[in-house]
């Protein structure tokens, strides 16, 4: 397997070559315009970059370049927002210039095994941004079907998911249960929801994600 060690500092890129040991092809390259030659010439397994060495747009031109070989970025002060923003754009690791031997042997195992290297702040942002993104859909899909219910709708939908039945449910609200059943029939249409548990649950999902 062949790697390509980019840096502009050599000690860098003897690090990596040390740290790596000899059971892999080094090539090394230290400037922006050599890499997009070899980039354009070669397909490589899997090419470390030092994040001084490049900025977006140089790396989205090699990223065009060699579509198919898996870049690992590896930053001298990593932080979660350059790492996000370089995973969008393409990277499979990222990780400090420094790692350790260990940790940048498991790294290279673990990419060129088709799968991601991140570190820890950037793993724990990247659940948390995909906690958020989940939590304002389920926000706004539970809004917009509760939406559409009328005010004394509301209030028994509430009621159901408090766990009421529907005669505890008409004497909470001075109605026939009758007519609490009538209202179930409309709420269920509306919400798609068609079972007292399925609306429950959609009402303690607004609960359970309050919009702050």
Known sequence: MTILLCSADDTVIKRWEDLLGSKYTFEQINTVGKLKIRCADNT???????????????????????????????????????????????????????????????????ITGGAVWLGQKVMQRLILDS?????????????????????????????????QSNLEIAANLDISERTVKAHLSSIYEKTGTGSRL???????????FPNN
Not at 60 to 77: G, N, Q, V
Not at 132 to 159: D, F, Q, V, W, Y
Request: no cysteine; proline share 3%; aromatic share 8%.
């Open 198 to 208: 399925n609306l429950a649950l959609l009402v303690n999902r607004l609960m359970f």
């Open 131 to 163: 906690y958020t993104r989940a939590k304002e859909k389920a926000i706004s899909e539970s809004e917009k079907k509760l939406g559409s219910l009328t005010k004394r709708e509301r209030e028994i939908a509430h009621l159901i998911a408090q766990g």
């Open 44 to 110: 490589f397994d899997l090419i470390l970059i030092h994040r001084p060495l490049i900025d977006t747009d140089t790396f989205l031109d090699i990223r065009r370049t060699t579509p198919m070989s898996r870049i690992f970025l590896l930053s001298d002060l990593p932080d979660e927002e350059e790492g996000l923003a370089f995973l969008k754009l393409g990277i499979v690791g990222y990780a400090n210039t420094y790692i350790s031997s260990d940790r940048l042997s498991e790294a290279v195992r673990v």
